[in-house]
């Protein structure tokens, strides 16, 4: 039986922490919790249970996360964020895993819960994350904040049961804030990487985000939030790209 590490990485997650926490007892043989120095209760929370807790200054979200694989004692790695938690079958199939470890990793379907509600279509169900792999297979790489786990060899990788819980925006407010702070951080980082914000890709991939999510997703099944989450969707991508035409823009003039 493999021994299996809960890697967890916070800021500022008092209201949430407890339940991912809880959800890996029983579960994980080890627990480490990276903090970027949270101002809340978050470090008190944490050391109520029996975590390794490393504060770490935000190196962005891909880094954040590669550095906290390297804290882990073992091997098998269960990652989550501290808005996240393990649903009962998802406890029970780690559970199993650990005696028949077979693929280099793991995708789980993410259940998210918006204001209250949790979303079963559009890009929110179900929105498969790579969350349980061993060391050395692979990397957290992609474009912050949008990160993902990739395998160095993307067909070892097997299908677990059940759900990772995330509780990510409890009011509208809170989604409008995180749309400026992702979309500046795309921004930024498409470009470092060169891409260009030309005007069809403002007129038109905002457009297509939209009917993606709420026509061939369903996104219309969930209702008014379902709406909100599809039309958030374009305005991200939207302001996207017209903060990378304004760095484009301010470039050119120095």
């Not at 890709?201 to 939030?225: E, Q, S, V």
């Amino acid at each position: 039986m493999v021994k299996l590490s809960g890697v967890i990485i916070t800021y500022n997650e008092e209201r949430k922490i407890e339940a991912c926490l809880t959800s890996l007892q029983g579960v994980v043989d080890e627990i480490v919790v990276v903090d970027s120095f949270s101002t809340d209760k978050t470090e008190e929370i944490c050391k109520k249970y029996d975590v390794t807790f490393v504060k770490q200054k935000f190196l962005g979200y891909k880094e954040q996360k590669n550095f906290a694989i390297t804290q882990a004692t073992h091997d098998y790695i269960i990652s989550l964020d501290g808005d996240e938690a393990l649903s009962p079958e998802l406890q029970k199939s780690l559970i199993q895993l650990k005696s028949n470890w077979i693929y280099d990793g793991y995708c789980i379907n993410r259940y998210n819960n918006f204001c209250g509600q949790w979303i079963k279509h559009s890009d929110w169900y179900p929105d498969k994350k790579l969350r349980a792999f061993k060391k050395g297979k692979g990397e957290w790489k992609g474009i912050n904040p949008h990160d993902s786990y990739k395998l160095y060899d993307p067909k070892s990788c097997g299908k677990l049961k059940g759900d990772i819980l995330h509780w990510n925006y409890p009011t509208y407010s809170a989604y409008n804030t995180q749309i400026e702070k992702f979309s500046t951080i795309s921004a930024q980082s498409y470009y470092e990487l060169g891409k260009k914000a030309t005007l069809w890709k403002i007129f038109f991939n905002p457009t297509w985000a939209f009917f993606k999510a709420y026509f061939l997703r369903l996104g219309f099944l969930d209702g008014l939030n379902g709406f909100i989450i599809c039309a958030q969707t374009a305005n991200l991508t939207f302001l996207k790209y017209i903060k990378l035409r304004e760095l484009e823009k301010k470039a050119k003039t120095i």
